[in-house]
């Protein structure tokens, strides 16, 4: 079954299949687990599920320990009769993995007897003697002596003292012929989760909220989701993205975070900025374009409508899309590697919108620090999430983006910010229509 789902096939496999046996493979783990959900295959010592709040990482994990306890086949060779189950306090490991709706004692098992809770030994003992030992991070001297063939750690990313406490656990992980631990968790930038990332003997499964959405309540799905979606809080907390700065970045999610709003005012000034890239192709820079809005001494970043190895004809037309959408003012166009020809490209596609030309006689870390200004100066706000961009300014410190690619997006932005608040004698001055 694992097999199957992994190769794509398992819907072929179930549609040939007496419906009698299709209805019993219902309350099944195999067929109704996502692929994200199962062990994956290879010679890896952990496997880290990083997913979003509610995208069923807890009853990955409890599958997982219960299938080693009883010896499933399907999970291992050998019965795993020892196993450690470590959460940030005690009362986690019994309220979430154990007790909770999705723990390991409420697992739908319809010809199986579910294990004995054992509260004041804290222990879970299955029928055929396996025992599954409840540890508190808080508590890292009690890893020290037992010893274990595998171990489930949940929400790693809470721990207090996080790498004390799994290191201590890993010296106890030396029972059978492949011990292992599983680590479920929303992600933080914490030392141990870039540890764990990094290491080659980590394997990592990925989940977001909305991929459990069949068993999430639509409130939630409505009221929360709907309103962190693409802030760093949401893709961090419901999409398990892993959120980090750089220490020499120009900008700070947090202080983009503050600066948030949920719509602008009315505006006197809009204009849609654009980095054409120098060529066109599959390896081309992306063309970034950026609306920002100015009222009085504030602007607002409104869209970021930014392609990616587009052609000429397709960035122009998107840019236009937006500076009509909006009923901007001008596009501001950089001129230095290409431009002359964006400026063609786009008056032949709308000779009646007017194009500002702008050069650059810096660096773009020279650039971009006087915008960088206007943010810590909290004059500047975006307008809802802008998660690309972001990631963008984040990330770009004197010598660029850690990745070395183009920040055209950034780029846009600084366009555009310089254009309504720093050059007042470059800034387009054209009435609104």
């Given at each position: 079954m694992i097999a199957?789902?992994?190769?794509?096939?398992?819907?072929?496999?179930?549609?040939?299949?007496?419906?009698?046996?299709?209805?019993?493979?219902?309350?099944?783990?195999?067929?109704?687990?996502?692929?994200?959900?199962?062990?994956?295959?290879?010679?890896?010592?952990?496997?880290?599920?990083?997913g979003g709040r509610g995208c069923g990482k807890t009853r990955a994990g409890a599958e997982w320990v219960d299938a080693l306890a009883r010896g499933d086949s399907a999970f291992t060779a050998e019965a795993v009769g020892r196993i450690a189950l470590v959460g940030e306090t005690f009362h986690d490991v019994r309220d979430v993995m154990i007790e909770g709706e999705s723990g390991l004692l409420n697992l739908p098992r319809p010809h199986r007897k579910r294990p004995t809770w054992l509260p004041s030994r804290r222990r879970l003992v299955w029928e055929n003697g396996a025992v599954a030992q409840a540890f508190s991070a808080e508590e890292a001297d009690s890893l020290r002596g037992p010893q274990f063939g595998a171990a489930w750690c949940d929400?790693?990313?809470?721990?207090?003292?996080?790498?004390?406490?799994?290191?201590?656990?890993?010296?106890?992980?030396?029972?059978?012929?492949?011990?292992?631990?599983?680590?479920?968790?929303?992600?933080?930038?914490?030392?141990?989760?870039r540890r764990l990332l990094s290491d080659a003997r980590t394997v990592v499964t990925r989940a977001r909220t909305n991929d459990n959405a069949a068993n999430l309540a639509p409130d939630f799905l409505s009221a929360v989701v709907g309103r962190y979606a693409g802030t760093r809080l949401g893709r961090q907390e419901l999409d398990g993205e892993l959120i980090t700065d750089r220490s020499d970045a120009l900008w700070a999610r947090d202080a983009i975070e503050a600066a948030r709003v949920a719509s602008a005012p009315d505006l006197s000034?809009?204009?849609?900025?654009?980095?054409?890239?120098?060529?066109?192709?599959?390896r081309s820079d992306s063309c970034g374009i950026v609306a920002v809005g100015r009222q009085g001494e504030r602007a607002y970043v409104l869209a970021d409508g930014s392609l990616a190895r587009a052609t000429p004809q397709a960035w122009a037309a998107s840019a236009l899309a937006l500076y009509h959408r909006l009923q901007a003012d001008a596009l501001v166009v950089e001129v230095n590697q290409g431009?002359?020809?964006?400026?063609a490209?786009?008056?032949?596609?709308?000779?009646?919108?007017?194009?500002?030309s702008v050069r650059a006689h810096r660096g773009k870390y020279l650039r971009a620090e006087p915008v960088s200004l206007l943010y810590?100066?909290?004059?500047v706000h975006h307008v809802g999430p802008l998660?690309?961009?972001?990631?963008?300014?984040?990330?770009?410190?004197?010598?660029?983006?850690?990745?070395?690619?183009?920040?055209?997006?950034?780029?846009?932005l600084v366009w555009a910010l310089t254009a309504l608040m720093l050059d007042e004698q470059a800034a387009p001055r054209i009435r609104r229509l």
């Amino acid at each position: 079954m694992i097999a199957l789902t992994r190769a794509g096939r398992l819907a072929e496999f179930l549609a040939d299949l007496p419906p009698g046996l299709v209805r019993g493979l219902d309350g099944d783990w195999l067929h109704k687990a996502r692929a994200d959900q199962l062990p994956p295959e290879g010679d890896w010592t952990t496997w880290a599920v990083i997913g979003g709040r509610g995208c069923g990482k807890t009853r990955a994990g409890a599958e997982w320990v219960d299938a080693l306890a009883r010896g499933d086949s399907a999970f291992t060779a050998e019965a795993v009769g020892r196993i450690a189950l470590v959460g940030e306090t005690f009362h986690d490991v019994r309220d979430v993995m154990i007790e909770g709706e999705s723990g390991l004692l409420n697992l739908p098992r319809p010809h199986r007897k579910r294990p004995t809770w054992l509260p004041s030994r804290r222990r879970l003992v299955w029928e055929n003697g396996a025992v599954a030992q409840a540890f508190s991070a808080e508590e890292a001297d009690s890893l020290r002596g037992p010893q274990f063939g595998a171990a489930w750690c949940d929400e790693i990313a809470k721990w207090r003292d996080a790498e004390t406490a799994f290191d201590m656990l890993q010296f106890g992980l030396r029972l059978g012929t492949r011990p292992r631990s599983l680590v479920t968790t929303t992600p933080r930038p914490i030392p141990l989760i870039r540890r764990l990332l990094s290491d080659a003997r980590t394997v990592v499964t990925r989940a977001r909220t909305n991929d459990n959405a069949a068993n999430l309540a639509p409130d939630f799905l409505s009221a929360v989701v709907g309103r962190y979606a693409g802030t760093r809080l949401g893709r961090q907390e419901l999409d398990g993205e892993l959120i980090t700065d750089r220490s020499d970045a120009l900008w700070a999610r947090d202080a983009i975070e503050a600066a948030r709003v949920a719509s602008a005012p009315d505006l006197s000034r809009i204009v849609v900025a654009v980095d054409p890239p120098a060529s066109s192709g599959a390896r081309s820079d992306s063309c970034g374009i950026v609306a920002v809005g100015r009222q009085g001494e504030r602007a607002y970043v409104l869209a970021d409508g930014s392609l990616a190895r587009a052609t000429p004809q397709a960035w122009a037309a998107s840019a236009l899309a937006l500076y009509h959408r909006l009923q901007a003012d001008a596009l501001v166009v950089e001129v230095n590697q290409g431009g002359e020809m964006a400026t063609a490209v786009l008056a032949q596609c709308d000779p009646g919108v007017p194009v500002v030309s702008v050069r650059a006689h810096r660096g773009k870390y020279l650039r971009a620090e006087p915008v960088s200004l206007l943010y810590a100066r909290g004059l500047v706000h975006h307008v809802g999430p802008l998660p690309a961009l972001e990631d963008e300014m984040c990330d770009f410190g004197q010598d660029g983006l850690s990745s070395g690619a183009s920040p055209d997006r950034l780029d846009a932005l600084v366009w555009a910010l310089t254009a309504l608040m720093l050059d007042e004698q470059a800034a387009p001055r054209i009435r609104r229509l």
